[in-house]
């Protein structure tokens, strides 16, 4: 279980700069859910995945993961236990090392030491997951993974990233940058993982049918807040109009069309 | 003559081999070298002075290259100063230390004192003579090294490492802290530079605190014409290439040194051509890297990686081809 409490961020405080990124956010995610996240562009989706990933430390607040505070442990700590795909599938993977290389180092979390795990037995395991992208990657083991594209780098993130039984993943547009046709197979792989691995997801979208197709937990985000936190039968009943209805009753502006992608 | 090439050439390429840790593995542009290299060679003349066992002038080389390496990586890390200039800063504090180790002198020399290198020489008499004597030591040495650190890649540790210089981040996700790989590498690299400078001042006879002038120019030139060599995403080829780059460059630097003059050249110009040298790889590289607009393995000082492709679409064949070892 994760909780945020009263949690905030400013960058450059003090300047004219100041920018309140994150506003006394509090959220409590559940083992099992599997929360989807909107919101237009500078309202504080990636920030708070800094947050939670440790990637940056709040001006204010704690994080608790199992009612451990966490707020001033290193991301490097955090990884052990928290999974995170960035939008960018580059950064996933080490491109010039090979396929295998690259899923030996993310086979185990932590301590790195001075024994030769890849074997011809580590090798089959990697093969036999590798077989469930379904992308041919099994083939190539000693194929730079420089030599992949970005839906089959981001495939063998994700997959690496399940294979490693994190308690929490993070998500962030980790669609976004690919074409829709692989940007499609990357996401109906996520779903599948997420099913079958039942994992903790928190995933970070442009695409409002996406986010209410998807997961038990909708949140909307708004210039540092969360403004909108629905969930259960509310969630299953939702549709885009509903949504910029909510949006234009808290906010009393109109949600306009750039900032939330619509695309059906 | 001919064995006078390969013998620099693998003597020299340990230290390369250090460099090509630094600069290739880690994207780290450590310019410690040109101290923890006459410190190894400082060592090893001190010890052997002073009527040690050179076998443990030569692991206490290593072990100064190494903490060489670590101050550098500290100041980087918990300083928060950028890795050119925690390079320059332990490069210049080593001269004056590698002036204390020497016994507050600027050089010291190893004539007529039994060394590792002249123990061996003297063993093999029977057998050959001295000249061959020495470079099969050196092979021998050279090779130890080389199969050594090709098994340390292969390690867990030693693959997570292989990533660090490509992407940290990713490193950062496995829950390993990126600091502590820094620390390992950067020391790892200069572990070795100062073995090679114990073994330079076995061969040459002396250890002087001038000997790493330069060292890290020559390094680099020496990476960047085994890159020429041959491609290979093997880490035992990356090393062999290494050394055949280091064995090239000093098979220039001798023709250089004895044909030069024809074209009214001196040896205190073979500076300026290292450099040229690494400017003309560089453009090379870059020309080959606009044509094909992708490239791994031979690749500008940044370590290899050039600008990330489109994404989503699929790097080209040619690449693919040259980069694909045998399955």
Same mark, same amino acid.
């Given at each position: 279980m994760i909780k945020l409490v009263n949690i905030s961020k400013v960058f450059s405080p003090g300047t004219v700069n100041e920018n309140a990124a994150i506003r006394n956010v509090d959220l409590v995610v559940h083992e099992? @859910?599997?929360i989807t996240i909107i919101g237009s562009n500078g309202a504080g989706k990636t920030t708070l995945f800094n947050l939670i990933s440790g990637n940056m430390l709040p001006t204010e607040g704690q994080v608790l993961i199992?009612?451990? @505070?966490?707020t001033k442990e290193h991301e490097y700590k955090r990884a052990r236990y928290i999974g995170r795909i960035f939008q960018d599938p580059l950064l996933g993977t080490a491109s010039n090392m090979t396929l295998e290389d690259n899923m030996m180092i993310t086979h185990r979390k932590g301590h790195k030491g001075l024994r030769i795990s890849l074997n011809n037995a580590m090798r089959e395991f990697f093969r036999e997951k590798l077989t469930s992208l379904e992308m041919g990657l099994e083939h190539r083991l000693k194929d730079n993974v420089g030599l992949l594209s970005g839906g089959q780098r981001q495939a063998l993130t994700l997959l690496t990233m399940v294979i490693s039984h994190p308690e929490l993943i993070l998500l962030d547009e980790h669609t976004a940058a690919l074409d829709p046709r692989n940007a499609k197979v990357v996401l109906e792989l996520t779903m599948r993982f997420i099913k079958d691995y039942g994992l903790t997801t928190m995933m970070i979208t442009h695409n409002m049918n996406h986010a209410i197709q998807y997961g038990n937990r909708l949140l909307m985000m708004d210039k540092g807040e969360i403004i909108l936190d629905i969930s259960g *039968?509310?969630?299953? *009943?939702?549709?885009v109009e509903k949504l910029v209805d909510k949006f234009h009753d808290i906010r009393k502006r109109t949600l306009e069309s750039d900032e939330v992608m619509l695309s059906t | 003559m001919i064995e006078g090439i390969f013998v620099e050439g693998l003597v020299y390429g340990i230290m390369v081999l250090g460099v090509f840790i630094t600069f290739r593995i880690l994207s780290f542009p450590d310019l410690t070298v040109d101290g923890s290299f006459p410190l190894g060679a400082a060592i090893m003349a001190i010890m052997l002075t002073r009527g040690s066992n050179p076998w443990l002038a030569l692991m206490l080389a290593l072990a100064g290259g190494m903490l060489a390496g670590f101050v550098t990586a500290l100041i980087h890390t918990k300083l928060k100063v950028p890795n050119l200039l925690a390079g320059i800063l332990t490069m210049t504090m080593l001269w004056s230390i590698n002036i204390r180790v020497l016994g507050n002198r600027a050089n010291l020399t190893l004539v007529r004192r039994s060394t590792i290198l002249s123990d061996v020489v003297q063993q093999l008499s029977p057998y050959m003579n001295s000249q061959v004597a020495t470079l099969v030591f050196f092979l021998v040495v050279a090779l130890v090294v080389k199969v050594l650190l090709d098994v340390f890649f292969h390690t867990d540790l030693g693959l997570t490492l292989g990533a660090m210089g490509n992407n940290e981040q990713m490193v950062i996700n496995q829950g390993v802290n990126p600091e502590y790989m820094k620390l390992i590498g950067v020391g790892l690299s200069n572990g070795l530079v100062a073995l090679s400078g114990a073994f330079v001042a076995q061969f040459q006879g002396f250890a002087d605190v001038n000997l790493g002038q330069g060292i890290i120019v020559a390094g680099l030139a020496s990476v960047m014409m085994g890159e020429f060599i041959l491609r290979s995403n093997k880490i035992a080829m990356l090393t062999l290439r290494v050394l055949l780059g280091s064995?090239? %460059?000093? &098979? $220039?630097?001798? $023709?250089?040194?004895? %044909? &030069? %003059? %024809?074209i009214n050249l001196t040896p205190s110009d073979l500076r300026l051509i290292t450099g040229l040298l690494i400017v003309v790889s560089l453009i090379v590289t870059q020309v080959r890297g606009e044509r094909k607009w992708s490239g791994a393995g031979a690749a500008p000082l940044n370590g290899g990686e050039a600008k990330p492709g489109a994404v989503g679409a699929s790097p080209d064949a040619e690449e693919a081809a040259v980069t694909r070892g045998p399955a």
């Amino acid at each position: 279980m994760i909780k945020l409490v009263n949690i905030s961020k400013v960058f450059s405080p003090g300047t004219v700069n100041e920018n309140a990124a994150i506003r006394n956010v509090d959220l409590v995610v559940h083992e099992g @859910d599997f929360i989807t996240i909107i919101g237009s562009n500078g309202a504080g989706k990636t920030t708070l995945f800094n947050l939670i990933s440790g990637n940056m430390l709040p001006t204010e607040g704690q994080v608790l993961i199992n009612g451990r @505070d966490v707020t001033k442990e290193h991301e490097y700590k955090r990884a052990r236990y928290i999974g995170r795909i960035f939008q960018d599938p580059l950064l996933g993977t080490a491109s010039n090392m090979t396929l295998e290389d690259n899923m030996m180092i993310t086979h185990r979390k932590g301590h790195k030491g001075l024994r030769i795990s890849l074997n011809n037995a580590m090798r089959e395991f990697f093969r036999e997951k590798l077989t469930s992208l379904e992308m041919g990657l099994e083939h190539r083991l000693k194929d730079n993974v420089g030599l992949l594209s970005g839906g089959q780098r981001q495939a063998l993130t994700l997959l690496t990233m399940v294979i490693s039984h994190p308690e929490l993943i993070l998500l962030d547009e980790h669609t976004a940058a690919l074409d829709p046709r692989n940007a499609k197979v990357v996401l109906e792989l996520t779903m599948r993982f997420i099913k079958d691995y039942g994992l903790t997801t928190m995933m970070i979208t442009h695409n409002m049918n996406h986010a209410i197709q998807y997961g038990n937990r909708l949140l909307m985000m708004d210039k540092g807040e969360i403004i909108l936190d629905i969930s259960g *039968a509310e969630k299953q *009943a939702l549709t885009v109009e509903k949504l910029v209805d909510k949006f234009h009753d808290i906010r009393k502006r109109t949600l306009e069309s750039d900032e939330v992608m619509l695309s059906t | 003559m001919i064995e006078g090439i390969f013998v620099e050439g693998l003597v020299y390429g340990i230290m390369v081999l250090g460099v090509f840790i630094t600069f290739r593995i880690l994207s780290f542009p450590d310019l410690t070298v040109d101290g923890s290299f006459p410190l190894g060679a400082a060592i090893m003349a001190i010890m052997l002075t002073r009527g040690s066992n050179p076998w443990l002038a030569l692991m206490l080389a290593l072990a100064g290259g190494m903490l060489a390496g670590f101050v550098t990586a500290l100041i980087h890390t918990k300083l928060k100063v950028p890795n050119l200039l925690a390079g320059i800063l332990t490069m210049t504090m080593l001269w004056s230390i590698n002036i204390r180790v020497l016994g507050n002198r600027a050089n010291l020399t190893l004539v007529r004192r039994s060394t590792i290198l002249s123990d061996v020489v003297q063993q093999l008499s029977p057998y050959m003579n001295s000249q061959v004597a020495t470079l099969v030591f050196f092979l021998v040495v050279a090779l130890v090294v080389k199969v050594l650190l090709d098994v340390f890649f292969h390690t867990d540790l030693g693959l997570t490492l292989g990533a660090m210089g490509n992407n940290e981040q990713m490193v950062i996700n496995q829950g390993v802290n990126p600091e502590y790989m820094k620390l390992i590498g950067v020391g790892l690299s200069n572990g070795l530079v100062a073995l090679s400078g114990a073994f330079v001042a076995q061969f040459q006879g002396f250890a002087d605190v001038n000997l790493g002038q330069g060292i890290i120019v020559a390094g680099l030139a020496s990476v960047m014409m085994g890159e020429f060599i041959l491609r290979s995403n093997k880490i035992a080829m990356l090393t062999l290439r290494v050394l055949l780059g280091s064995i090239l %460059y000093r &098979g $220039l630097m001798y $023709l250089g040194r004895y %044909y &030069g %003059y %024809y074209i009214n050249l001196t040896p205190s110009d073979l500076r300026l051509i290292t450099g040229l040298l690494i400017v003309v790889s560089l453009i090379v590289t870059q020309v080959r890297g606009e044509r094909k607009w992708s490239g791994a393995g031979a690749a500008p000082l940044n370590g290899g990686e050039a600008k990330p492709g489109a994404v989503g679409a699929s790097p080209d064949a040619e690449e693919a081809a040259v980069t694909r070892g045998p399955a």
